[in-house]
């Protein structure tokens, strides 16, 4: 039988999106549902197979076909972050039946997405922080995704709102300096003194209800003011990022261009053009690379079908296919929020 469809999955660790197209890039049929991540559950790969089966299952069934009509598979994984792990999940993907698959941490994904190139480097920053690069000659490096001490992943919300928080506990009890991020950070998490405010964001904290895209806000109204704690972790955070993004880029094989896609909701959505440009500046520090820098609008779930389709075609697909695959999913996202 011919193989005429491919699918492509972007599993993050809130929900996965499941895509499957016809080689010639039309849409045939998806699937929004909760996360496929092994880190998510007890029993890791056995869920995360259990998970990703029954749903690849699901969409092939209720289109009247089967594992031997994909031809190719690209998987975009929270999750797949050292060898070990991609290892595991690809005997999952072997076990679901793709012999023909792409499968790498959802950084990636973003390159493909972004680049019609087909190759760059991924800065992702939006709840968390990595980066991800595919070279002109497929290779492929992640840098960061394991945590701020190990590996430098300084950006982010969830890392940000941490920092904020602590500018403010340093005012007042470190001999840290005053900063305009003190009164509306105290009104934002209704702390009524600061006698009282280490238990409330211990309490936020612990509870997971931190307030990270507010912070933010505050923290770049005060950089935008000039208020020079809130200019420092700005400036921390985007040298952090610059050095992620130029350490993946040095360590492979690109010629002098290089496309830059910065993805998640830090950068799409930017409060301030501040970090923006610090980073651009760093990076030029950094490197001696001709930059050209796309800000990724289209869902990064993008990447994995033209990812899949490359698989499928042997090459980057032409711009009239890449066009058609992301106004398919741009049509999804505003009528399913994908």
Same mark, same amino acid.
Not at 179 to 199: A, R
Not at 246 to 251: A, F, W
Not at 310 to 317: F, K, R, T
């Given at each position: 039988m011919n193989k005429k469809y491919i699918i492509g999955v972007d599993g993050g660790n809130s929900k996965t999106?499941? *895509?499957l197209y016809d080689v010639q890039g039309n849409f045939i049929d998806h699937i929004n549902t909760g996360t496929c991540s092994h880190e998510r559950f007890p029993d890791s790969y056995i869920s995360a197979y259990r998970i990703m089966d029954e749903n690849i299952q699901q969409l092939l069934t209720r289109n009247y076909l089967s594992m031997d009509d994909i031809t190719?598979?690209?998987?975009?994984l929270a999750g797949?972050?050292?060898?070990?792990?991609?290892?595991?999940?690809?005997?999952?993907?072997?076990?679901?039946?793709?012999?023909?698959?792409?499968?790498?941490?959802d950084s990636f994904l973003g390159v493909k997405a972004g680049s019609e190139k087909g190759f760059g480097i991924c800065s992702i920053n939006g709840s968390g922080t990595s980066t991800g690069g595919i070279s002109p000659s497929g290779d492929r490096l992640q840098v960061g995704g394991v945590g701020s001490e190990l590996s430098g992943d300084e950006a982010g919300g969830f890392f940000l709102a941490r920092k904020i928080v602590r500018a403010v506990y340093d005012s007042f009890y470190r001999m840290g300096? /005053?900063?305009?991020?003190?009164?509306?950070?105290?009104?934002?998490?209704?702390?009524?003194?600061?006698? *009282?405010?280490?238990?409330?964001?211990?309490?936020a904290i612990l509870k997971r209800t931190?307030?990270?895209?507010?912070?933010?806000?505050?923290?770049?109204?005060?950089a935008d003011k000039g208020d020079p704690v809130a200019l420092d972790i700005v400036d921390h955070t985007a040298k952090q990022l610059a050095?992620?993004?130029?350490?993946?880029?040095?360590?492979?094989? *690109?010629?002098? /261009?290089v496309d830059i896609v910065l993805a998640g909701s830090v950068w799409v959505k930017a409060e301030s053009p501040l970090l923006f440009q610090r980073y651009k500046?760093?990076?030029?520090?950094?490197?001696?690379?001709?930059?050209?820098?796309?800000i990724l609008y289209v869902p990064p779930a993008t990447g994995a079908v033209l990812w899949a389709l490359?698989?499928?075609?042997?090459?980057?697909?032409d711009s009239g296919t890449r066009r058609r695959v992301i106004e398919s999913i741009e049509h999804l996202r505003k009528n399913e929020a994908i």
């Open positions: 999106d499941y *895509f190719a598979g690209a998987f975009g797949a972050d050292v060898p070990s792990q991609k290892e595991q999940l690809c005997q999952v993907i072997e076990r679901i039946g793709f012999t023909h698959y792409a499968l790498d941490n300096q /005053e900063t305009k991020m003190t009164e509306p950070v105290m009104e934002l998490l209704q702390i009524p003194g600061k006698q *009282f405010f280490i238990e409330y964001a211990v309490d931190l307030p990270n895209t507010k912070l933010m806000q505050i923290m770049f109204t005060a050095c992620s993004t130029v350490g993946c880029m040095h360590n492979l094989d *690109f010629g002098h /261009e500046e760093y990076v030029a520090r950094l490197t001696h690379h001709d930059c050209h820098y796309i490359e698989l499928a075609w042997g090459h980057p697909v």
